[in-house]
């Protein structure tokens, strides 16, 4: 393999993370100002969420590549009630946010080097019908896989 195909998969890995871990795998706006806003607000906590990992993988000599997305976000969203609950103790956070930083430093990636993936969906259609009409006109027969069964 190529050294820039290596660097197309670590690019690819990125849009995952945006899409999948962050939810923007459907965006829920409809107006194209409101899409604009949502992606925007995506790219910001994108961004800090890196901001974090990479402040994490300074202060513990750990490399950037390392540090899991999804263990960060996740961490992130486990520890906020607990540094909101010590809003105005500037000391107590300080010592939850260092506290933190290590645990999102030790969860670490494998290391896989020369991995390939094969080009494939992994999600399954979903077992619904499509909506083609406005929601008070559609009159649903049945399960795609089952028919309604008419009561007499």
């Avoid at 910001?44 to 990992?53: C, F």
């Avoid at 499509?130 to 006109?137: C, F, I």
Wanted: with cysteine; charged share 30%.
């Amino acid at each position: 393999m190529t050294l820039t195909y290596f660097q197309r998969w670590g690019v690819e890995l990125h849009f995952r993370e945006i899409k999948i871990t962050l939810g923007m795998d459907v965006l829920r706006c409809q107006t194209p100002d409101m899409v604009e806003k949502e992606v925007l607000m995506q790219s910001i906590a994108y961004n800090l969420v890196r901001a974090i990992m990479q402040k994490a993988a300074i202060d513990h000599q750990v490399d950037l590549s390392r540090i899991s997305f999804k263990g960060t976000t996740d961490t992130l969203r486990h520890w906020s009630t607990t540094m909101e609950a010590f809003r105005g103790q500037p000391r107590k956070q300080k010592a939850l946010l260092t506290a933190m930083l290590e645990i999102i430093a030790k969860d670490l990636l494998p290391l896989r080097p020369g991995r390939e993936e094969p080009r494939a969906k992994k999600r399954r259609p979903k077992n619904y019908h499509l909506l083609t009409k406005p929601r008070q006109l559609m009159k649903i027969r049945g399960h795609r896989s089952r028919p309604k069964l008419a009561l007499s």
